[in-house]
């Protein structure tokens, strides 16, 4: 009996061996590889292990001496903004008084007109005055654009008064043609800028003119004049056809401290004009200046609409003078837009513009013809100040030298 159970336990235990010697030998199989994952990209970056920090990726980039931090030098560094720059406004610019500026012009006029005057001088100063000579002398007179009517009516005086007196010195000569020259121009025209009115309104003054003519740096110019003589102007910038004509006209108004009313490019002029007169009377101000957009006189509908200006400006007030520009360089031409211009507004005052700049100084006697109404103004350059009435007797004295 004995036997026989120790014989059952022998065999349990070398079973029991045998079996953990499967089971070791089945754990040493290599297990198979994992599957790829995609990383974790919420997942906090691992600790890094001693010496990382000494291996440089070689992707990245390399810094430079001002990104890395100078032993002691932990803190980040302070940025200080720079404050905006203040714009400042224009400084205000005191204009030359409209007498002290007309020594300097007529020096000016001078050098471009009296090329006319010497050689009606040089022709009257033959020895024989026959008909060849004064034709001649009507051809200068025609070419510095006096016009037909007033060539004939100087040359017939001048034969008369040179046959009568006899007059052959040279004294007596310029004598003789500065007196008709002067009468061509009618010396007793009322040349001043209306701008004070009757009423208890602003003086209101409307300039109308031919693209190309100076008409906006005009307006910016007479402002100037108004403003030396201690005039409050308010500009209006009824020109909103052509492009940056009331930024213009703005800088112009802020060099002497004068206010501009403006609208929308493209807006409607009218409006803009009415707008600056009931400005103009709200401030107090001593005159309003208008600057209408530059009509062709071709076109029918755009000098209808410059009528249009000129009937709302006066539901405030009437208008004080109405300018039209010209350039004295456009010789007969301007002839055709003053013209026109008088057919649509009452032009009561002329302003000649680059009048420096051509020989032609005779468009001032046949505008003059033409509308019956004065050259008030003169353009004599492009300076700022270079804007001056106009004095028949100067120009006349410009014309034959002094």
Known sequence: METVILAVVIAVVVIGALGGLVIGSRRKKPLPPA????????????????????????DEERRTIEEVDLPGGSAAPVVVEEPEPVVEAPAIEIPEPTAGRLVRLRARLSRSQN??????????????????TWEEIEDTLLT???????????????????????????DGLRTLLREELLQL?????????????NLDTPGIVMVVGVNGTGKTTTTGKLARVLVADGKNVVLGAADT???????????????????????????????????AVKEGIEEGADVVLIDTAGRLHTKTG??????????????????????????????????????????????????????DGTAKGGI???????????????????GADDLAPFEPEAFVDALIGE
Do not use: C, Y
Request: glycine share 8%; proline share 7%.
């Open 35 to 58: 599957p790829p994952t995609t990383p974790d990209i919420t997942a906090p970056p691992a600790e890094p292990h001693i010496g990382d920090e000494a291996e440089i990726p070689h």
């Open 115 to 132: 090329a006319l005057g010497k050689g009606l001088l040089t022709l009257l100063s033959r020895e024989h005055l026959d008909e060849d």
């Open 144 to 170: 510095a654009d006096v016009g037909v009517q007033p060539t004939q009516e100087l040359v017939e005086r001048l034969r008369e008064r040179v046959k009568v007196l006899g007059t052959r010195t040279p």
């Open 185 to 197: 121009l009618v010396p007793e025209f009322d040349r001043t800028v209306k701008t004070d009115s």
């Open 241 to 275: 056809f052509r492009a940056a004509a009331a930024d213009q006209l703005q800088t112009w108004g802020e060099r002497v401290g004068a206010r501009t009313v403006r609208g929308p490019e493209g807006g409607d002029p009218a409006s803009i004009a009415f707008d």
């Open 302 to 355: 755009l000098m209808d609409e410059l009528g249009k200006v000129k009937r709302v400006v006066e539901k405030h007030a009437p208008l004080d003078e109405v300018l039209l520009v010209l350039d004295a360089t456009t010789g007969q031409n301007g002839l055709v837009q003053a013209r026109v211009f008088a057919e649509v507004v009452d032009i009561t005052g002329i302003v000649l513009t680059k009048l």
């Open 364 to 382: 001032v006697i046949a505008v003059q013809r033409e509308l019956g109404v004065p050259v008030k103004l003169v353009g004599l350059g492009e």
